[in-house]
Every structure is written in structure tokens, then in C-alpha cells.
């Protein structure tokens, strides 16, 4: 079955550094999205794309994220200068169509620990 | 706006009980509902999904949520609970103008004693 997976799983970080937390969605969705839950918080919407442009993004989305899909197949989130507030679990989701309940696909996270 | 509520982080329950994990949910606009289960190091999986047709949907591993209107609420049920059930369970909404993004619960850990 297909699959959506993140890289790395764990991404320890110093506050100020840049880090970027990289997807695989399902090879033939095309929107795809990041979200986040900090830790006994709610999951979060951050960002959804699509054809090689952002559709959407929520608050928490500022100038310090930035989403790419590279090439055919990864798509990233970079943080570009880190805060002890970004530690949180990130999860990347791809969904074949714009219609996202039809079913949003999402990988196990990333938990990004900032120090 | 949309959002929702689960109540009760955590949830205990003997192997072969009822489970019941609480959300509610608050919408402007008619709501599409959903659960997602998280196993351990692994990615949010759907249960099941409430997109306007039976208010009682069934989703997989015996699972089933009634959409009540009245009460605002999407319960997640299920007769006998199984040690392999042991996991976090998220409730969401989608609001049916804007399929772009979930809103999530803070989650339910659900664990299954012996």
C-alpha cells in the first residue's frame, strides 16, 4: 500500500539554525500539506500546496517557513532560523485531489526538538 | 470557524469493553468529521469519515461514529476493545467550503488493559 514517508524521524536542532524536514508524499497526489502539534497540543494546520505554489497557510505559517517540492518527488518544509517554540511533531499529508476529505494520507512525523 | 473537542486525553479500558472517545465539534457550516488513529511511530491512519450521508458510519477495526446534529457530536465507538487498539485517536473537521485543511482534536490516548 502506498505510503507517505519523513525524513529524518528525529531532528535535534540548536535555536537559530536552519533545519528542513523532507517528504515523500504518494507519487501520484497532487496537493500536499504540513502540519504540526507541539507537544500535548492540537495538530495544526501550517500549509497546503499545490502545482508548485502554496494554496493556503495558516498564522502559524510566517516568514520563517518555507515549503518546495524540489524535484518530482520530496516536498520540504525549512525552518530558517529555529525558536524553542517550533519543537513539535510535523507531520507532511498528500491527497490526490482538492477535495482533501476524500482522504488526506499522513506520514509517522518528524519530531523536531529545538534546544 | 470550525474546530474540535475531544474529551479526555486519556482513556482506560479493559480488553473486551465498550470503548467510547468523545468529540464534539463546532462549525458555521455543514461539517465533514473524521478519525484518524496514530499506532506508535507511525502515521495519522483513517478510521472513518462522516461526509453527509448516514449519520452512523462504520470505519475499519470495528469501529463506528454516530453524527448527531442536536448534540454538535461524533463519538467514536467501538463494542469490545483489543489490546491492539491501544493507540492515540484524533477527531477533525473539514469545513465543506474549504476542503483544504483539517481541523484537529488534541487527541485521545486510548489504553487497553488485560
Known amino acids: 500500500e502506498p505510503e507517505v514517508t519523513q525524513t529524518p524521524s528525529h531532528q535535534v536542532t540548536q535555536m537559530g539554525q536552519e533545519v528542513i524536514l523532507r517528504c515523500v508524499p504518494i507519487?501520484?497526489?497532487?496537493?500536499f500539506y504540513w502540519y504540526r502539534q507541539i507537544l500535548g497540543q492540537k495538530v495544526e494546520f501550517l500549509v497546503s500546496f499545490y502545482n508548485n505554489e502554496i494554496s493556503e497557510k495558516s498564522e502559524i505559517f510566517d516568514d520563517q517557513f518555507s515549503v518546495e517540492r524540489p524535484d518530482g518527488s520530496n516536498f520540504t518544509l525549512k525552518i530558517r532560523s529555529t525558536k524553542l517554540e517550533d519543537s513539535a511533531m510535523y507531520f507532511c499529508?498528500?491527497?490526490?485531489?482538492?477535495?482533501?476529505?476524500?482522504?488526506?494520507?499522513f506520514g509517522p512525523g518528524t519530531r523536531l526538538t529545538v534546544t | 470557524a470550525q474546530s474540535v473537542t475531544q474529551l479526555g486525553s486519556h482513556v482506560s479500558v479493559s480488553e473486551g469493553a465498550l470503548v467510547l472517545l468523545r468529540c464534539n465539534y463546532s462549525s458555521s457550516v455543514p461539517p465533514y468529521l473524521f478519525w484518524y488513529v496514530q499506532y506508535p511511530n507511525q502515521g495519522l491512519q483513517l478510521l472513518l469519515k462522516?461526509?453527509?450521508?448516514?449519520?452512523l458510519v462504520k470505519g475499519i477495526n470495528g469501529f463506528e461514529a454516530e453524527f448527531k446534529k442536536s448534540e454538535t457530536s461524533f463519538h467514536l465507538t467501538k463494542p469490545s476493545a483489543h489490546m491492539s487498539d491501544a493507540a492515540e485517536y484524533f477527531c477533525a473537521v473539514i469545513a465543506l467550503y474549504n476542503f483544504n485543511k483539517f481541523y484537529f482534536g488534541s487527541g485521545t490516548k486510548l489504553n487497553v488493559k488485560p
Open positions: 462522516y461526509t453527509s450521508a448516514a449519520t
Open positions: 507519487s501520484n497526489h497532487l496537493y
Open positions: 499529508a498528500s491527497s490526490l485531489d482538492r477535495e482533501g476529505f476524500r482522504e488526506q494520507y
